[in-house]
């Protein structure tokens, strides 16, 4: 019951230093996505995908890149990292999209998180 | 665009105390509301939704109802426990067209004292 499996669970970088996030499902969901937590922010969309090979701009995608080369698997990379990118990382699948109304919840389903300190 | 508005926390209650956590939001079309709880050191996972005006998700003891008068979607339990500390997050995902994500409240973070 692996469901959604992050790595690595903290890291420290310098600025300027590069990174990326593996963010793992063995559930066979179509909907991925990449939230950052921050103290009084709540949870922000950074980039999403809908399927294998595509991806998408969310909230405050400024800074990340991202790559779904596989179905399974969405990376989250930082190319040049700011001690502004200092947050929890969290991954999350679903099923279906969020919003349908019908008996397929479209929950999501969060990994444990990744907390990031930058330098 | 969407967004969630949650009270502020932090919300310290004793044990076996009515719990109300509000959430209101604006959406262009008509959402599906959530309810998200995550617990110390650990993601979030979903702990209630509706789909619906009028509808009421309900689970582990909390409810919320689905108020498109009052833009809506508070949450509330009628007596909780210790290990109901977390924290809680009121969601939206709008059902129009594109509607691939969720939109998130800050969270509120509720403490039950013994």
């Known amino acids: 019951n692996a469901g959604v499996t992050q790595t690595p669970k903290f890291r420290v970088l310098k600025t300027g230093q590069s990174m990326t996030l593996l963010c793992a499902q063995d559930?066979?969901?179509?909907?991925m996505y990449w939230y950052r937590q921050d103290p009084g922010m709540g949870l922000r969309l950074i980039h999403y995908?809908?399927?294998?090979?595509?991806?998408a701009k969310g909230e405050v995608p400024d800074g990340y890149n991202v790559s779904r080369l596989k179905k399974q698997n969405f990376l989250l990379g930082l190319e040049s990292a700011a001690p502004s990118q200092t947050s929890v990382y969290f991954c999350?699948?679903?099923?279906?999209?969020?919003?349908?109304?019908?008996?397929?919840?479209?929950?999501?389903?969060f990994g444990e998180g990744s907390r990031l300190t930058v330098l | 665009g969407d967004s969630v508005t949650q009270m502020e926390g932090p919300v310290t209650l004793s044990e076996e105390a009515f719990l109300t956590i509000n959430c209101t939001y604006t959406?262009?079309?008509?959402?599906?509301l959530f309810w998200y709880v995550q617990y110390p050191g650990e993601g979030l996972q979903l702990l209630l939704k509706?789909?619906?005006?009028?509808d009421k998700g309900s689970n582990k003891g909390f409810e919320a109802t689905y108020r498109k008068e009052t833009t809506s979607f508070h949450l509330e339990k009628g007596s909780v426990q210790v290990s109901d500390s977390a924290v809680y997050f009121c969601?939206?995902?709008?059902?129009?067209?594109?509607?691939?994500?969720?939109?998130f409240g800050t969270g509120t973070r509720l403490t039950i004292i013994p």
């Open positions: 509706a789909t619906k005006a009028d």
């Open positions: 995908s809908v399927g294998e090979g595509t991806t």
């Open positions: 999350a699948s679903s099923l279906q999209r969020p919003g349908l109304a019908i008996s397929i919840t479209g929950e999501l389903f």
């Open positions: 559930m066979n969901h179509e909907y």
């Open positions: 959406a262009t079309g008509y959402p599906s």
């Open positions: 969601a939206l995902s709008d059902r129009d067209f594109g509607n691939e994500k969720l939109t």
